[in-house]
Nanobody, 119 residues
Framework: VQLQASGGGLVQPGGSLRLSCAAS????????MGWYRQAPGNKRELVAV???????NYADSVKGRFTISRDNPSNTVYLEMNSLKAEDTAVYYC??????????????WGQGTQVTVSS
């Protein structure tokens, strides 16, 4: 299983970015797929996730600005980030919770993509 993330970069405050994460491999079940972020000196925190029940969860700090979506056939998840702020600067990690066979799910992480919001 590999998670390939892309789309990070440098953007001015108020700007937009779109992150993509494609999961390769064969899955028996995907429980959850989404994004976390980690700023220097901070713990990794949830940004937005999609769950197998179809629900989405967002951090309060990004509600109304970020939108997560998923393309089921390709196991790709997207994060549309609008009205970006300096405090959104972090390394963004793609995350997938799922299983490749019957059994307990596994937590998978992508390599991280840097998002920098600065003028």
């Amino acid at each position: 299983v590999q998670l390939q993330a892309s789309g990070g970069g440098l953007v001015q405050p108020g700007g937009s970015l779109r992150l993509s994460c494609a999961a390769s491999g064969r899955f028996f079940r995907i429980n959850q797929m989404g994004w976390y972020r980690q700023a220097p000196g901070n713990k990794r925190e949830l940004v937005a996730v999609w769950t197998s029940s179809g629900r989405t969860n967002y951090a309060d700090s990004v509600k109304g600005r970020f939108t997560i979506s998923r393309d089921n056939p390709s196991n790709t998840v997207y994060l549309e980030m609008n009205s970006l702020k300096a405090e959104d600067t972090a390394v963004y990690y793609c995350n997938l919770v799922g299983s490749t066979h019957i059994g307990a799910p596994t937590n998978y992480w992508g390599q991280g993509t840097q998002v920098t919001v600065s003028s």
